[in-house]
């Protein structure tokens, strides 16, 4: 039985229990608790379902390597699928249930699996279900998705929030083992800026479990005295709960603090993403025990033999009251010890090795225990919990020579250094035949900007299992990468472990030996996703010899522990298959990160409203506060339209039209990019920017340009104006302004780096406000101020000047066929002036109009609209345009791409307006049909729609579009789709539909 | 071949799968082949396949410098979808779709084809327009989608925020056959049935040099030796200019870092595919209960296979914003694939410089989907020497013409 020991572990706190519940059912802990022994310290040793075929399934390890142990955390807005127990500390009022069954964690329906085991062996899916066809997408996909995943959906939006921290330091240190806090301390010590994390809430790892000797105190006495040293220095900084998760290019370094896991009543967010930039890394991420493979080694009451110390030491549990120990090393006899120190029984240690195990094996034997050499399990018996073992040969095929009852295995089969973070980056491993495992290859470590290492790994991370061995390479490693980010001080003496002498281990991929299939297929690899020793063996007689094919054939590692416990004895296993040696197999690739990390963590503060940055004009206040209708466009919102009380959307902007024609209109014009460019060959940039000249334009006018990308395309345009000599402003599109920005600096910095110019997006430094329609100069002569008559300030013309006392720079152009000025004032004067041009123009009708009645009246006009008219596959040429391509430069950007033969084809799709028979308003997006089917029998099309509206001004449907040899087709009558398979007919008309002869906007 | 089925599966049960024969031979090179595709990727390994099905040729090998489907093809999130703006393009992914919908029964191996449907969200006017524009253009390209509205895209996937304070859910392309498949299955499958014509797939087989004589190739040098062929299909995706570089000629084409990542495995929570190219990334539930997450390409051309974090937080930051409810789940692994982009984003499947050489490249972060049908193609045009109609809009010489086949007019986001 699984229970609390009278022992008191070092990690709790029995003067605080802490009540908890699991699966409906109140269970007690104590701080300092892990669910997991919480919940083995109740006897609970089933928590879980496997994946593929239902198997009962306890805690196997007692870290962040646990493949089983997963529950359903918390509720509503605060629940959470797939929580690890070993890793989730105990909080008052946790409440847990368990995954992946039904009905329930004791009857499952879908362990039915077991039995069909042996027709469901690695791969299966894919050699069943083809046939008959329809019965995949009905029955069986519908079946196989509803078996698959474990925690169950989160329903509600996330309660909590989450956090991103940045920072730079000289040297990271990730684990807090005794070879992470020797490295840190080393380092501090020669003022290096350290940061040293560990991702559990207790320092000092494995060492305090065992507790040997470091500088002639306890480890634990030893890690106290060193945290008293770090604290004390000014230039570190530790952390707890943080671990580090990935470790990527040119020192950036991922971790993840868990701030509010373990006390979700406390305030703030709930985890901080760390982005780390590390001149250089040590990685003392320490060891995990490999499981053995034995047949039922997945029963619950199967543990690690490390895993089983632990519980007992740091949490005072007892797994089972009696506990078979299984190995190959030297190390499980500390389980062995620790165990019979506190009262539990160990009947026996089945020592695979022929010869056993050195001191720690006498050790054991001093205390009565028994130690069986060269002895094995054969298998496990029991169901829902261990019962016993049958002990058989290990050289042998399993014949059973003895059975013992027991409640508990403890196994070993050596440990593998935790190289995930040092391969992240490129770090290469090395196979060690002598210790079995796979190290870092020191010689090909992951290198930074500069070619130089950037991270070291340290203590048994590097392969160190001894602790004298790991504790130096911690100090070595600190004070190396120290070094390597500039700082050294005086060594000081190398902290001093000492370790008891061990025998060296014996391989043992497969327990027995000579394991049979009916054992083979009984001994799990990967304990999560079911992949046994036979579905590895079967890959590899399928050809699926590459370790990736066999991984991706079996799906083993590929769990939410991602191998941490399979993957070594799956390779091997594999290797074993192929006879082959290990090192030939070689890893998987290791990604992050290290363990699963929360989308919240890594969205961190930007969602709902920060999720990007809102971007709001001087007068955005306004629109809020007069039933503006915002569409986004970027990151700006802009008012749609202005919606008053009675009216619909499409009402609203009639009324906006039919105003802006008659009376007087006013449009927030803010958004619009100016980028002002500057310099002695500011002239000559942007004759090569824009299609037609611009050196040429005299101080105080304006001139409309296109610009296109060097494939000839239209991406830009807008309205320049000559500000003085060697200074120009252009107007780009609201989308446009810091694209084309960031497109003139690109050409600047890269290609003509020895131009003089300068350019500076002002976007945001005006606000600007169109004052749009017949009245609208009479309103700003109501407002006084500067000469705004045509005679001082014809059409394409710009001046400065105040207009009602505001300083303001007013341009003399139109997007809407009217009379209009485009009137620019400091942004901190937007909205004074708006509201001010509101109250002069109230007695002419004035009214605010947005974004669709703008598309509207420039649509009535037959100007074009970057994005509607162009795509990225139409040049200037096609919309007509020719008029404003300069035949007398040299070059522009786009210029030699637009002689290529296709862009010259005279069949090229060209601008039109268009107009439906009956006046209603062409689709969106609606196509041109033509006569025939091409070769890959679609229907050929002769045009397309590009913008159509209704027009208000005309009471009907009018559009624009491209259409084969338009221009030379007016009045003919082309059909257009109207969607639902039938068509539309629509006649070729001249695009302008409104003040055909422009009088109207040069008055 | 033995036949894949429930009754193969019920024999071997009872024989502990002894029976079970390797799904592909192992191969070493002969000394010439009628043609040699270099690259077993799906397309590679799709054109070998077609080559022997469709045109007889099947004294073909594939030379892979890796394992076969290592690539993107076993990197990739698996979106099938064909409702593509531009004739060419929607005239080879619906191939490509149609072909799938039986690739399982043709290939004798399950290769989990999934037509849930795919939706890509419209959130702003502008790409209402856009979608509708691809709309009307699909019903007239055979294409089956639909433009729907907000309360549809809720139905169809009720864990979508469709009305999220930046960017609201007006409304989706919906294209109800497409969907997913396993995409080591495609692998796997091709390259079964290219074994049972005959064809050799030689695997850790680099080929480090092409040979040509008069204008022609004439066979390739390899990490296994010199091989030789009458004809040569490169089909190497992100290693394309590698390739062309020793056959002697240059491609518009860049290699850039693709990313992407998985959850922790879940119940069935959803149903569809959804792209959202506003917000700029897209997800899906694979059929053993993970997220299926991606986004845009990283910024600057490399090699590596692993990217940046900040694209992984980009696109996870979008799909929090858009799913709310996965803020909770936990990433479980990310990584990066090399993908070839060409200058209008779309393929290439061309005759070379080189006679007798063809290519077949430039599907950037989007051929996964078209596996059949560009297999289908190029062999076509690798049988033929001149390109049937599928492909010959993609030659290579479009780009000196400026006769682009821009899909980036449909989507930001082309998976
Ligand atoms: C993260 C990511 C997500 C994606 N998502 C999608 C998606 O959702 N939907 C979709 O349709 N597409 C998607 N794609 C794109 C898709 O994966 C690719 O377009 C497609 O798989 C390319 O297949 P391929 O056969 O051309 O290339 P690959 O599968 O890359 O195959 C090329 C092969 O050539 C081999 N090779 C290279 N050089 C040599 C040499 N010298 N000698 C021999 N062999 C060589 C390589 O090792 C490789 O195996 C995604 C891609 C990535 C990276």
């Known amino acids: 039985m699984s229970t609390r020991l009278s022992t008191a572990g070092r990690l709790i706190d029995t003067a605080k229990p802490i009540k908890f519940s699991f699966n409906g059912k109140t269970l007690q802990g104590y701080a300092g608790d892990t669910l997991a022994s919480a919940l083995l310290a109740n006897d609970q040793l089933l928590v879980g379902r496997s994946f593929k075929y239902h198997r009962p399934r306890g805690v196997v390890a007692a870290g962040a390597e646990e493949p089983n142990g997963l529950v359903n955390l918390g509720s509503n807005g605060t629940f959470e699928p797939n929580q690890r127990i070993t890793t989730t500390e105990l909080f008052d009022g946790l409440s847990a249930t368990s995954q992946n069954h039904w009905p329930s964690l004791e009857f499952d329906v ?238 026996v240690i089945l020592d695979a090795r022929a010869k056993g195990g050195g001191e720690l094996a006498d050790q054991a034997r001093a205390k009565g225990i028994r130690v069986e050499n060269g002895k094995a399990i054969a298998s496990v018996k029991g169901g829902k919990r261990v019962t016993g073992v049958s002990v058989c040969l290990q050289a042998g095929q399993g014949a059973v020579l003895e059975e013992i009852s027991c409640d508990c295995v403890a196994m070993s089969g050596g440990w593998s250094p935790v190289v995930h973070l040092w391969s992240h980056c490129g770090g290469k491993l090395t196979w060690d035949e002598a210790q079995a495992m796979f190290r870092p290859n020191n010689d090909r470590p992951p290198t930074g900007a500069d070619g130089e290492a950037m991270v070291i790994a340290a203590g048994t991370a590097n392969g160190h299992l001894y602790t004298a061995e790991a504790i130096a390479d911690g100090w070595s490693a600190g004070r190396a990468a120290a070094h390597a980010a500039g700082f050294t001080a005086k060594p000081e003496a190398i902290p001093d472990g000492s370790d008891v002498p061990e025998l060296p281990l014996t391989p043992v991929w497969m327990m027995p030996q000579g394991a049979g299939y009916d054992l083979r297929s009984k001994s799990w690899l990967d304990f999560q996703n079911d992949v046994k020793v036979s579905d590895v063996q079967l890959a590899a007689q399928e050809g699926f010899e590459s370790v990736e094919h066999a991984k991706r054939y079996t799906t083993l590692g590929m769990a939410t522990d991602q191998g941490k416990l399979s993957n070594i004895n799956g390779l091997a296993t594999l290797s074993g298959a192929l006879n082959i040696p290990i090192p030939s197999v070689g890893t998987t690739t290791f ?276 994005g509607d008219e162009t795509d990225g596959t139409v040049i200037p040429q096609d919309l007509n345009l020719g008029w404003a391509i300069s035949k007398k430069k040299d070059d522009y950007l786009g210029k030699r791409a637009q002689e290529r033969s296709h862009m010259a084809d005279p069949n090229r799709w060209k601008l039109v307006g268009l107009e439906t028979l009956d006046g209603s308003v062409i689709p969106d997006g609606a196509y041109a049909v033509a006569e025939g089917m091409n070769p890959n029998g679609q229907r050929n099309t002769q045009g397309r729609v590009t913008s159509t509206y209704f027009s208000p001004t005309l009471g009907k449907g009018i559009a624009m579009g491209l259409v084969l040899h338009g221009p030379d087709r007016m009045g003919e009558v082309i059909e257009m789709t109207k969607g639902d398979g039938t068509y539309i007919k629509a006649r070729i008309v001249d695009q302008v539909f409104y003040d055909k002869a422009g009088e109207k906007q040069d008055v | 071949m033995k036949r894949y089925s429930v009754f193969a599966i019920a024999r071997e049960a009872m024989r502990q799968h002894t029976g079970w024969d390797r799904a592909w031979a192992k191969a070493t090179p002969k000394k010439k082949y009628d043609a040699i595709i270099v690259g077993a990727g799906g397309h590679g390994l799709a054109t070998a396949y077609y080559l022997g099905k469709n045109h007889g040729i099947r004294n073909v090998a594939i030379l892979e410098k890796g394992w076969l489907g290592g690539g993107n093809t076993g990197r990739n999130t698996t979106i099938i979808r064909s409702n593509y703006l531009q004739d060419p393009s929607a005239a080879i992914y619906e191939k490509a779709r149609s072909l799938y919908e039986t690739l399982s029964q043709d290939l004798n191996y399950n290769v989990m084809f999934s037509p849930r449907g795919v939706m890509m969200l419209a959130q702003t006017q502008h790409e209402i327009r856009g979608y509708q524009r691809t709309a009307h253009a699909n019903s007239l390209q055979g294409v089956t989608t639909e433009f729907i509205g907000p309360h549809k895209v809720k139905e169809l996937c009720p864990i979508i925020n469709i009305d999220g304070p930046r960017y609201p859910v007006l409304g989706a392309l919906w294209q109800s056959r497409g969907g997913t498949a396993r995409h080591d299955a495609v692998a796997w499958g091709y390259a079964r049935a290219c074994s049972d014509m005959g064809m050799d797939i030689i695997q850790q087989c680099e080929v480090t040099g092409v040979r040509q004589a008069n204008g022609k190739v004439v066979g390739v040098d390899t990490t296994q030796g010199s091989i030789d062929c009458d004809k040569l299909g490169i089909v190497v995706a992100g290693h394309t200019g590698v390739l062309a570089d020793m056959a002697g000629f240059r491609l518009p084409v860049e290699s850039l870092c693709l990313q992407a990542l998985v959850s922790e495995p879940i119940k069935p929570c959803m149903d569809v595919v959804v792209m959202a190219n506003t917000v700029h990334g897209y997800m899906s539930q694979s059929d053993k209960g993970e997220m299926v997450i991606g986004g845009g390409t990283d910024g600057f051309n490399n090699y590596t296979q692993r990217g940046s974090f900040h694209h992984i937080e980009e696109t996870v930051r979008a799909l929090v914003e858009t799913f709310p409810m996965i803020s909770r789940l936990k990433m479980l692994r990310q990584w990066g694939g090399i993908v070839d982009m060409t200058g209008d984003r779309s393929p290439i499947i061309s005759k070379t410089p080189l006679g007798n050489c063809f290519v077949n490249c430039g599907w950037g972060t989007g051929g996964f989907k078209a596996i059949p049908g560009s297999g289908w193609a190029m062999a076509d045009l690798m049988a033929k020497g001149e390109p049937g109609p599928l492909a010959a809009e993609f030659s290579m010489w479009r780009f000196r013409e400026g006769k682009f086949i821009d899909e980036s007019v449909a989507a930001g986001v082309a998976h």
């Open chain 1, 110 to 347: 879908g362990s039915i699996n077991t039995h069909l085991a042996r027709f469901l062996p690695a791969g299966f899916y894919y050699k069943m279900f083809i046939h008959p066809r329809p019965l995949w997408k009905h029955v069986y996909e519908p079946f196989i998705r509803q078996s698959a995943g474990l925690g169950k959906a989160p329903k509600d939006r996330d309660a909590d929030t989450y956090e991103h921290f940045n920072c730079t330091v000289d040297v990271l240190v990730i684990g807090g083992g005794i070879a992470g806090l020797a490295a840190a301390a080393e380092a501090g010590r020669t003022g290096a800026r350290v940061l040293l994390i560990e991702q559990t809430a207790a320092w000092g790892g494995r060492a305090v479990v065992d507790q040997p000797t470091i500088d002639g105190q306890t480890a634990a006495d030893w890690v106290t005295t060193t945290l008293a040293g770090l604290a004390a220095m000014e230039n570190v900084d530790i952390r707890t709960r943080t671990m580090g998760a990935g470790v990527y290019d040119h020192g950036y370094v991922l971790a993840y603090e868990r701030l509010r896991d373990h006390a979700p009543k406390a305030s703030g967010p709930r985890h901080r993403l760390w982005r780390i930039r590390a001149r250089q890394i040590v990685t003392a991420t320490g060891a995990i025990e490999r499981p053995l493979s034995f047949a039922g080694n997945d029963l619950p009451g199967v543990l690690l033999a490390s895993a089983v110390r632990d519980y007992a030491v740091n949490f005072g549990v007892g797994i089972g009251d009696r506990t078979v120990i299984a190995t190959n090393n030297d190390d499980a006899y500390r389980t062995a010890l620790a165990l019979h120190d506190a009262g539990l029984q160990v009947p």
């Open chain 1, 591 to 866: 990604r992050p990160p290290y363990t699963p990390i929360s989308m919240g963590a890594i969205a961190g503060v930007a969602r709902d409203d920060l999720f990007q940055p809102i971007r709001k004009t001087p007068i955005s206040g306004w629109h809020e506060s007069n039933r503006a209708d915002f569409e986004p466009v970027g990151q700006w919102r802009r008012p749609y339209a202005f919606v008053h009380k009675g009216e619909s959307v499409h009402d609203a902007v009639k009324r906006e039209v039919t105003n802006t024609r008659t009376n007087v209109g006013l449009l927030d014009a803010s958004t619009l990019g100016k980028i002002l460019v500057k310099g002695p060959d500011a002239g000559r940039f942007l004759d090569m920017l824009y299609t037609n000249m611009m050196s040429n334009l005299a101080v105080g006018k304006c001139r409309y340009g296109l610009m296109c990308s060097e494939n000839g395309f239209l991406m830009d345009d807008g309205v320049v104006a000559r500000i003085d000599d060697d200074t120009w402003l252009c107007h780009t599109t609201t989308g446009g302004a810091d694209r084309i920005h960031a497109w003139m600096e690109d050409w600047l910095q890269c290609e003509w780096w020895d131009w003089k110019v300068y350019t500076a997006n002002l976007t945001e430094q005006f606000a600007q406000i169109a004052v749009v329609g017949p009245k609208a100069r009479q309103v700003l002569e109501k407002m006084g101020g500067m000469d705004v008559s045509k005679e001082a300030l014809p059409f394409m013309q710009w001046a400065d000047g105040t207009i009602g006392g505001f300083d303001a720079r007013v341009f003399r152009i139109s997007f809407s066929g009217e009379l209009s000025y485009e009137i620019a004032v400091p942004a901190s004067q937007g909205r004074a002036f708006w509201d001010a041009l509101l109250s002069a123009g109230a007695e002419f009708g004035m009214m605010p109009y947005g974004t669709e009645c703008l598309h509207v009246l420039r649509a009535e006009k037959g100007f074009i609209m970057i």
